[in-house]
C-alpha cells in the first residue's frame, strides 16, 4: 500500500479550493478550466465504477459494460473496502438521500 504523505497545506491547496466551492455549475466551470476533457471523462468513469461497485456489481460485469481492463476496477474495489473508506461512506449517504 502506498505510504501516506504528511498532511502539508501547499500540498493540499486544490482540495482546499475544491471545498470552498459550493455551487455545482461554479465546479464545473472550474472542472472545464483546469482539466482537459479526457481528465474530466476519467474521473466520471472511475465515479461510476465506484458506484457500481458499491452497488453490489461484479467487477467483470462492469469491465464488459464499460469494456476496460480488470485492473482499473480493482482499485476502486480495495478503495470501497477499507475500513473507514471516506469513499464508501459518501455512496452510503447519496444512497440515504435517494430513500
Same mark, same amino acid.
Given at each position: 500500500?502506498?505510504?501516506?504523505?504528511?498532511?502539508?497545506?501547499?500540498?493540499?491547496?486544490? =482540495?482546499?479550493?475544491?471545498? /470552498?466551492?459550493?455551487?455545482?455549475?461554479?465546479? +464545473? !466551470?472550474?472542472?472545464?478550466?483546469?482539466?482537459?476533457? @479526457?481528465?474530466?471523462?476519467?474521473?466520471?468513469?472511475?465515479?461510476?465504477?465506484?458506484?457500481?461497485?458499491? =452497488?453490489?456489481?461484479?467487477? /467483470?460485469?462492469?469491465?464488459?459494460?464499460?469494456? +476496460? !481492463?480488470?485492473?482499473?476496477?480493482?482499485?476502486?474495489? @480495495?478503495?470501497?473496502?477499507?475500513?473507514?473508506?471516506?469513499?464508501?461512506?459518501?455512496?452510503?449517504?447519496?444512497?440515504?438521500?435517494?430513500?
Amino acid at each position: 500500500m502506498a505510504k501516506k504523505r504528511p498532511f502539508d497545506d501547499s500540498e493540499h491547496e486544490i =482540495e482546499k479550493v475544491f471545498a /470552498r466551492i459550493t455551487d455545482y455549475r461554479d465546479m +464545473i !466551470s472550474f472542472f472545464e478550466e483546469i482539466f482537459t476533457p @479526457r481528465e474530466i471523462s476519467d474521473l466520471v468513469l472511475r465515479w461510476q465504477l465506484l458506484k457500481e461497485l458499491h =452497488e453490489g456489481n461484479t467487477q /467483470r460485469s462492469i469491465a464488459e459494460k464499460h469494456r +476496460i !481492463s480488470l485492473c482499473k476496477i480493482t482499485r476502486g474495489s @480495495r478503495v470501497l473496502k477499507r475500513q473507514n473508506s471516506f469513499t464508501k461512506k459518501v455512496l452510503d449517504s447519496l444512497i440515504e438521500k435517494k430513500d
